[in-house]
């Protein structure tokens, strides 16, 4: 069976609205579908690479495409999870968590998006506070980090509510123009603090692995 090879396969995280995991390709073909048809306004980037200024059609086939490159590439020093959110049995985005050199460092990063039929209900925080759960909880993470375009105003706000603190600024070039990053850091003693104020979090499948995240 596939997840004898690949345990990654049988992990889930739930939260109370949510389910996240790796999907079926129906499933992903789906994800592709939803990026297709929009995840911000098209003025607004608020990602380091804008793969989202692809035409309709090959923005969802990168989608398929990144999630396949970013399992192939997967090794216990250099891993990023991307798994589907799901709300009510479909694919509502993405949440990504990764670490490099996990093993040394236990710090991980974030990135995720949302369909924008999706936006400004909660969601992003519930999937935030579903990774962040299985990085310090599961993985034993000592640190996670995050950042968003100072115009990114909706990242930044979960950030801050999921406990992080700012960390520092960063100028990037992104459609050729300088843009500032607000840098983000939540230590384990932090997301420890927030325990009143965050939704619950069921990790299944997680002990088969640990290995593949360097733990």
Known sequence: ??????????????????????????????????????????????????????PPAERARSVLQHHWRTLGAWTPGDWSLLLTVFHEGRPVGLQDVGGKDFAVLREVSTGSWLGRAHQGRGIGTEMRHAV????????????????????????????????????????????????????YRLTRAEWEATSDTRPPVTVAGLEPCLPLFGV
């Open 1 to 54: 069976m596939l997840i004898d090879h690949w345990p990654l396969a049988g992990l889930r995280l739930t939260t109370p609205r949510l389910e996240l995991r790796l999907p079926d390709p129906e499933e992903l073909a789906e994800l592709g579908a939803l990026a297709a048809g929009g995840i911000h306004p098209p003025e607004e980037m608020p990602f380091l690479f804008p793969w989202t200024d692809l």
């Open 132 to 183: 962040l759960h299985l990085a310090f909880a599961g993985l034993g993470a000592t640190d996670a980090i995050s950042g968003a375009f100072s115009h990114n105003l909706a990242s930044q706000h979960v950030s801050r509510k999921a406990g992080y603190r700012p960390d520092g600024l960063a100028r990037v070039a992104v459609r050729d123009q300088p843009v500032t990053e607000q840098r």
